[in-house]
């Protein structure tokens, strides 16, 4: 199975429902790629209004 991501909280997962969000508008062409570790001092978290770690497409088509 391929990875997803999100449409609308760009967080990546393999499975067909978004495990953050519960979305099921995945999408398979997305670009770029962010791994938040701490998103209390992530400068990129902050930038992308990411509350969780996790991986995270960068752009979602």
């Known amino acids: 199975m391929t990875e997803k991501a999100c449409r609308e ?3 990546i997962s393999r499975g067909s ?7 099921v508008t995945m999408s398979d062409d ?3 790629l962010a791994i938040i570790f ?3 001092k ?4 902050n930038a992308m209004k990411v509350k969780e770690k996790g991986r ?3 752009r979602v088509r």
């Open 38 to 40: 701490d998103q209390e």
């Open 9 to 11: 909280c760009h967080r």
């Open 56 to 58: 995270y497409a960068l």
């Open 17 to 23: 429902t978004c495990p953050k969000c519960g979305a």
């Open 30 to 32: 997305f670009t770029g």
């Open 42 to 45: 992530s400068i990129i978290a």
